[in-house]
């Protein structure tokens, strides 16, 4: 994520800002130009529905909020002479919550949240995004459903560009119960997005790949065709084995391949927007009163997204998560990264890479393993 200023005071901003606290200004996200920008009433329509944006490049073009703004879930642009009411991310919507329901509204917005900070990944890394009008047979939508009363149990999931969100997920309460019982060391929101995501870009990167996308997958992260409820089942039965983080990134990772993709790919994700975040704040990790021969220091002095290599990536990644992970616990929190990276999932994370890039899908040299 990137760190964005108001153009008309110099406030940081935060992503959902909607207001710029010490200016006032309006402010809304202009994603065709990757930036939060401060706006201004169009003086020649007036009523507040369209606005001059100071952020943009052409300023003689005019906006208006995204149809959910109504609601206080989306503070995204679109061009005024657009055709469109929802804005990149929120076209994509095809089930929202019932708001006539108690607490629904906050449950929408928190999944909104995670949601728009995905779709900032998937545009800054110019990943293919149609709606079912563009694609009716493979377009992305999300549906955001629950539970209902002696009814089905809402499973989040994907299923052939229909990505579903149980909305129980977004209780804070009921996601760390969900947590605690499955074992998980890492529950979120944002992973759950970055997640599921990862299975529609399977369906569209590798297995309908023109490129020898899929037989270098089925090297890397194994035959996808072997019975996947089985393999779910086996897993829930016994656990991951004994010896899961030489070959995963996370336990779930060890299922089945298309788990391990997606786990794979969710973390690309955490550590790209993360490494962008604290490149963004000018964060170097340099100790001062222990030995390092390199693999604990770090200038994060380049662009995560547009990175050639796996390498440069994870190279900043294992100083800084050690980093953070430290100043976690010094607060009495859990680790912000409790994973570690062996070197076949790092180059699992290079495969990811690539494909995301459009490179040659050969294996990289994978890395040592940073800190446990």
């Known amino acids: 994520m990137k760190l964005f200023t108001c153009q008309s005071c110099g406030q940081v901003l935060y ?24 706006l ?15 952020g943009a490049r052409d300023g003689t073009r005019r906006y208006r909020f995204c149809r959910n703004a109504q609601h206080d879930v989306c503070n995204w642009l679109v061009p005024a002479d657009s055709a469109e ?10 089930i929202v919550p019932n708001l006539a329901e108690p607490g629904n509204i906050e449950h929408w917005r928190a999944l909104e949240v995670a949601k728009h900070r995905l779709f900032y ?16 047979e493979h377009g992305l939508v999300f549906d955001f459903k629950e539970d209902m009363a002696g009814g ?22 009921r996601r760390e119960e969900m947590r605690k019982h499955l074992g998980e060391v890492y529950r979120t929101l944002l992973g759950h997005f970055r997640h599921e995501i990862a299975h529609h870009y399977w369906d ?47 336990a779930y990772a060890s299922a089945h391949p298309w788990e391990d993709f997606a786990e794979t790919w969710t973390h690309y994700l955490h550590i790209v927007d993360t490494l962008e975040m604290a490149g ?13 021969d390199g693999s604990l220091s770090t200038n994060i002095d380049f662009d995560p997204y547009t990175a050639e290599t796996i390498g440069a ?60």
């Not at 009411?85 to 095809?94: D, E, K, P, S, T």
């Not at 990944?121 to 009716?136: A, F, K, Y």
Request: charge should be negative; aromatic fraction near 8%; charged fraction near 25%.
């Open 121 to 136: 990944s998937l545009l800054r890394l110019r990943l293919p995004l149609h709606t079912r009008q563009e694609d009716p």
């Open 15 to 38: 992503f959902e800002n909607t207001t710029c606290t010490h200016c006032q200004h309006r402010l809304g996200y202009l994603a065709e130009e990757e930036t939060m920008s401060a």
């Open 40 to 54: 201004e009433p169009d003086d020649e329509t007036g009523g507040g529905t369209t606005w001059r944006a100071l």
């Open 85 to 94: 009411g929802f804005c990149l991310a929120c076209r994509h919507n095809r």
């Open 280 to 292: 963004a704040f000018g964060i170097s990790v340099h100790p001062a009163e222990v030995p390092d």
């Open 204 to 250: 569209l990167l590798v297995e309908r790949g023109a490129n020898g996308e899929l037989e270098a997958f089925r090297d890397l992260f194994g035959d996808e065709r072997q019975d996947y409820q089985q393999a779910l089942d086996t897993y829930y039965a016994n656990g991951a084995p004994a010896d899961w983080q030489e070959n995963y990134v996370s």
């Open 152 to 173: 089905t149990k809402v499973m989040t999931g994907h299923d052939d560009g229909v990505i579903t969100i149980a909305l129980k997920e977004a209780d804070d309460v």
């Open 313 to 372: 990536i994870v190279d900043a990644w294992l100083p800084l998560s050690f980093a953070v992970n430290s100043l976690n616990r010094s607060m009495g929190l859990a680790d912000l990264y409790p994973f570690v990276l062996s070197p076949h999932a790092v180059e699992k994370l290079g495969f990811i890479h690539r494909l995301v890039r459009g490179q040659p899908l050969a294996v990289e040299t994978p890395l040592p393993p940073g800190p446990a």
